[in-house]
T-cell receptor, first 111, second 115 residues
Framework: DGGITQSPKYLFRKEGQNVTLSCEQN?????MYWYRQDPGQGLRLIYY???????QKGDIAEGYSVSREKKESFPLTVTSAQKNPTAFYLC??????????FGSGTRLTVV | GENVEQHPSTLSVQEGDSAVIKCTYS??????FPWYKQELGKGPQLIID?????GEKKDQRIAVTLNKTAKHFSLHITETQPEDSAVYFC??????????????FGGGTRVLVKP
């Protein structure tokens, strides 16, 4: 079955650590996206990539980094520069101008 | 950039009644308006969408209306059932090959259908 997989489901980070969230899709989608969701709030765009080896900052890119070396994969690194990283992170993919398919999310908690 | 506002933030309805969620957007270039349903601990799922050349679209118990002049669009759920309980998000995008496919989301509406 085609789909989009995020791992891990839960992640705990110590202060000052970098952590990487995985996002893999086998839908042959060109575009991939990372959104952050805080309790009771909407989704805010962190980074997006329309094609392999290219990505753009979204509305809240500070403290995050991404790479897009393969079409199937779009990992997100939450760096120590992100002052409030505790949130639910959602990855999505789409054909160039198509609807999004979301993963099940990664809940990141700073301990 | 685009700004999407969504109301109400919570909505409680009796089973069998209708639910209406409203969104407004700011960017007149936006031309694509999807609605997503998110169940607890899961990613959002697309339930219906509408493009700017259409005023209304219906899919069984769900309908969406768009007023381009007023820059607002609404989701209507009729004959609500307990499984409709979830968080609903509206979104907008100036979808084109030049502008890309970024979605700007509203703040979400938590819908509770009481049996």
């Amino acid at each position: 079955d085609g789909g989009i997989t995020q791992s891990p489901k839960y992640l705990f980070r110590k202060e000052g650590q970098n952590v990487t969230l995985s996002c893999e899709q086998n839908l042959n989608h060109d575009a991939m996206y990372w959104y952050r969701q805080d309790p009771g709030q909407g989704l805010r765009l962190i980074y997006y990539s329309q094609i392999v080896n290219d990505f753009q900052k979204g509305d809240i890119a500070e403290g995050y980094s991404v790479s897009r070396e393969k079409k199937e994969s779009f990992p997100l690194t939450v760096t120590s520069a992100q002052k409030n990283p505790t949130a639910f992170y959602l990855c999505a993919s789409s054909i160039q101008l198509g609807g999004y398919t979301f993963g099940s999310g990664t809940r990141l908690t700073v301990v | 950039g685009e700004n999407v506002e969504q109301h109400p933030s919570t909505l409680s309805v009796q089973e069998g009644d209708s639910a209406v969620i409203k969104c407004t957007y700011s960017d007149s270039a936006s031309n694509y308006f999807p609605w997503y349903k998110q169940e607890l601990g899961k990613g959002p799922q697309l339930i219906i969408d509408i493009r700017s050349n259409v005023g209304e679209k219906k899919d069984q118990r769900i309908a969406v209306t768009l007023n381009k002049t007023a820059k607002h669009f609404s989701l209507h759920i009729t004959e609500t059932q307990p499984e409709d309980s979830a968080v609903y998000f509206c979104a907008a995008s100036p979808r084109s090959f030049a502008a890309g496919n970024k979605l700007t989301f509203g703040g979400g509406t938590r819908v509770l259908v009481k049996p």
